[in-house]
């Protein structure tokens, strides 16, 4: 259950609505939320058994502030999308992420596949089919950073999540294409 701290304020409003919309995408799948919800943010968190794979799901917005030496400065806001997956296989290690420097050290089928900033890293041998695939779900997804060792999965998104749903099948196509 998502607790929402009631105030008359268009940025409650905004994300109250997006909080709804991601619970009633995901009770589709018959999947039970927590969290908060209040003018400043949210977190909704889930959890998602899927064929002995543990997805854990956490959707968040915060603010943080800076000290400003002259004058009022404004809040940043943050909003993202952070997913956890147990009941991997423990021998495979991939790394995805976004560096110009760790690109550097990529194969050209990599560099010809991706755009920059993002470079990949496996351990094991891999086809330009499977990186033409996995590629195409590191963009549609807006992944910045992926991970895959010791049987755990995790994954960063730094922007907001409309599709839930879309996001899971994604993750499954990764996790079954390695």
Same mark, same amino acid.
């Given at each position: 259950?998502?607790? =929402?701290?009631?105030?008359?304020?268009?940025?409650?409003? &905004?994300?109250?609505? =997006?909080?709804?919309?991601?619970?009633?995408?995901? *009770?589709?799948?018959?999947?039970?939320?927590?969290?908060?919800?209040? &003018? =400043?943010?949210?977190?909704?968190?889930?959890?998602?058994?899927?064929?002995?794979?543990?997805?854990?799901?956490?959707?968040?917005?915060?603010? /943080?502030?800076?000290?400003?030496?002259?004058? &009022?400065?404004?809040? #940043?806001?943050? &909003? @993202?999308?952070?997913? +956890?997956? !147990? @009941?991997?296989?423990?021998?495979?290690?991939?790394?995805?992420?976004? /560096?110009?420097?760790?690109?550097? +050290?990529?194969?050209?089928?990599?560099?010809?596949?991706?755009?920059?900033? =993002?470079?990949?890293?496996?351990? !094991?041998?891999?086809?330009?089919? +499977?990186?033409?695939?996995? /590629?195409?779900?590191?963009?549609?997804?807006?992944?910045?950073?992926?991970?895959? *060792?010791?049987?755990?999965?995790?994954?960063?998104? !730094?922007?907001?999540?409309?599709?839930?749903?879309?996001?899971?099948?994604?993750?499954?196509? #990764?996790?079954? /294409?390695?």
């Amino acid at each position: 259950m998502i607790n =929402y701290e009631q105030v008359e304020s268009s940025f409650f409003d &905004a994300n109250k609505s =997006y909080c709804e919309t991601i619970e009633s995408k995901l *009770k589709t799948l018959n999947l039970e939320c927590s969290g908060f919800c209040n &003018a =400043y943010g949210y977190e909704v968190a889930t959890t998602y058994d899927m064929n002995g794979y543990v997805f854990h799901l956490r959707f968040h917005k915060h603010q /943080s502030t800076q000290n400003a030496v002259i004058g &009022a400065q404004d809040a #940043i806001d943050y &909003a @993202g999308v952070e997913v +956890f997956v !147990h @009941g991997l296989s423990k021998r495979l290690k991939v790394i995805v992420g976004r /560096s110009m420097f760790r690109r550097l +050290f990529c194969g050209t089928e990599i560099k010809e596949t991706i755009p920059e900033p =993002y470079f990949m890293k496996f351990s !094991h041998p891999v086809d330009k089919n +499977f990186i033409d695939n996995f /590629s195409k779900c590191i963009l549609n997804c807006q992944i910045a950073k992926l991970t895959i *060792k010791y049987g755990k999965l995790s994954c960063v998104i !730094h922007t907001q999540t409309l599709d839930p749903i879309h996001l899971i099948t994604e993750i499954k196509k #990764i996790i079954s /294409s390695i």
